[in-house]
């Protein structure tokens, strides 16, 4: 049985054995206090609220998440043996890396990680040939992959297409109709982001992932099959080496935050000019935070 979908399903069911000491209409608690309750991932966690909020068993919007009705045993989930999706490997390695703050040169053992995302050891051998492509990880001299970086003209390269590719989504995304999903999907973002603003001295850490739904939403409203597995590399990148230089980090996402507002702003606003001159400098911004990682981690 695949050990990452074992650990999903029993999951799954302790969430539900905890809503069944709730009464409809109170809140569970942050992803934080139930990822340590269950004594899982914070992804595991966000996975199993996604498939409450499915079922009718929950309301969650933004960072609340209430009681509809309490479970029945029709809820439950069977624990049975289901592969584990290519996209599902790739949120499990991305989780990895930024919970554990995985160095440039670190080894990685394929069968130890094979083990821990619950995937034959093949899978995650063609999964780490496929980062390979882009520089990510390389082959041992003596067998084995390493996590590797990656050079300054090669991140500069990176950060101008992802540029093209977020102004190209933003002019995109003025037009959208107000009865599309973006544009409820903003409203929750924003909401969640002046709530993180309001607790940015305790809560910093977080922006990462904020920022991950952020980018992802806004670059949802164009379809193009040519580029979406580039997306997918320039997410692993940079918020991975967001994380990775943690000079300023505070003052670095409360910052940030307040781009991504303004270009919240401007989006709903439907006034293009101003969304594309606030992602021109949020996107400049990221680029210059890529770049001091680099810098830092080539002096360490």
């Excluded at 090669?154 to 995304?173: G, K, P, Q, T, Y």
């Excluded at 999903?181 to 992932?209: G, K, M, P, V, Y």
């Amino acid at each position: 049985m695949a050990r990452t979908d074992d650990r999903f399903r029993d999951a799954f069911n302790r969430m539900l054995d905890y809503c069944a000491t709730l009464e409809p209409g109170e809140r569970l608690p942050a992803e934080h206090p139930l990822a340590a309750h269950l004594d899982v991932s914070r992804t595991i966690v966000r996975t199993a609220l996604e498939r409450l909020a499915d079922r009718k068993i929950i309301a969650w919007q933004g960072r609340d998440k209430t009681l509809l009705r309490r479970p029945s045993d029709k809820d439950r989930v069977a624990v049975e043996s289901a592969p584990v999706s290519a996209e599902e490997l790739e949120r499990q390695f991305l989780d990895w890396i930024l919970r554990f703050d995985i160095a440039p040169g670190t080894q990685l053992n394929v069968t130890e990680l094979a083990r821990n995302f619950g995937v034959p050891a093949y899978s995650l051998q063609e999964f780490l040939a496929s980062l390979s492509r882009f520089g990510l990880v390389r082959r041992r001299p003596k067998g084995g992959w390493e996590l590797v970086g990656f050079t300054r003209d090669f991140a500069i390269e990176l950060s101008d297409f992802r540029i093209m590719l977020e102004l190209n989504a933003v002019s995109h995304l003025v037009t959208m109709p107000a009865e599309n999903a973006i544009w409820s999907e903003l409203s929750a973002l924003e909401a969640e982001h002046r709530n993180l603003a309001r607790q940015i001295d305790t809560r910093f850490h977080d922006f990462s992932l904020l920022d991950e739904r952020f980018h992802t939403a806004i670059g949802s409203v164009v379809s193009n099959r040519f580029v979406a597995e580039f997306q997918k590399v320039i997410a692993l990148i940079f918020h991975y080496h967001y994380q990775w230089d943690k000079k300023d980090e505070r003052e670095r996402n409360e910052a940030a935050v307040a781009e991504h507002l303004r270009l919240i702003d401007a989006l709903t606003r439907r006034d293009e000019a101003g969304a594309l001159a606030a992602a021109r400098d949020h996107l400049a911004t990221s680029k210059q935070t890529l770049l001091s990682s680099l810098r830092i981690h080539a002096l360490a």
